[in-house]
T-cell receptor, first 112, second 113 residues
């Protein structure tokens, strides 16, 4: 069974602080993604990566950085957290298109 | 990627067959039709996908119109576990690319006992 594990599962951060969300996959997939979901809305793509040590901007990259140090790990970094970044963040992985995308259980981030 | 249109919500009863429609009038020839579903507090779950031919798997049957401008996800013998928000998504599948998905609000399926 494909597995994408996110940590932490929930976090409260202070405005202006740095936040790092981590994602680990055991699927041996080349592609990894970070999405955010706001209450009552669909997921939006923040960053993605198709190979270690390389990341690409998604649809809403402003205020976020990403890091892919290995094939298995993909991090999302908020250098200066803001209230507007309160959301649920999902990590995912896949093979090349049109492959199924496997999602993690999400990280609920609250910025206060 | 072309846009899709789904109803905001649908209702059903356990044991029924449910037809979830999706309209994609501007779909291009190389766009795949994906269906994902999401329950509260969980990440989206893949249901099925297709290009031109109808497809079936353990979760659902995907019926694609001959002109590809619409599709219908058919769930048979639905149970309470099928209650979720169902997303119909179009995506070009280029070799060497990933599956960057664009999610809308989807269609909320409610299943009553």
């Amino acid at each position: 069974e494909a597995a994408v594990t996110q940590s932490p599962r929930s976090k409260v951060a202070v405005t202006g602080g740095k936040v790092t969300l981590s994602c680990h996959q055991t699927n041996n997939h080349d592609y990894m993604y970070w999405y955010r979901q706001d209450t009552g809305h669909g997921l939006r793509l923040i960053h993605y990566s198709y190979v270690a040590d390389s990341t690409e901007k998604g649809d809403i990259p402003d205020g976020y950085k990403a890091s892919r140090p290995s094939q298995e790990n993909f991090s999302l970094i908020l250098e200066l957290a803001s209230l507007s970044q309160t959301a649920v963040y999902f990590c995912a992985s896949s093979e090349g298109a049109p492959a199924e995308v496997f999602f993690g259980k999400g990280t609920r981030l609250t910025v206060v | 990627d072309a846009k899709t249109t789904q109803p905001d919500s649908m209702e059903s009863t356990e044991g029924e067959t449910v037809h979830l429609p999706c309209s994609h009038a501007t779909i291009s020839g190389n766009e795949y039709i994906y269906w994902y579903r999401q329950v509260p507090l969980q990440g989206p779950e893949y249901v099925t996908h297709g290009l031109q031919q109808n497809t079936t798997n353990s979760m659902a049957f995907l019926a694609i119109a001959s002109d590809r401008k619409s599709s219908t996800l058919i769930l048979t013998h639905v149970s309470l576990r099928d209650a979720a928000v169902y997303h119909c998504i179009l995506r070009v599948a280029k070799p060497g690319t990933g599956s960057k998905l664009s999610f809308g609000k989807g269609a909320k399926l409610t299943v009553s006992p």
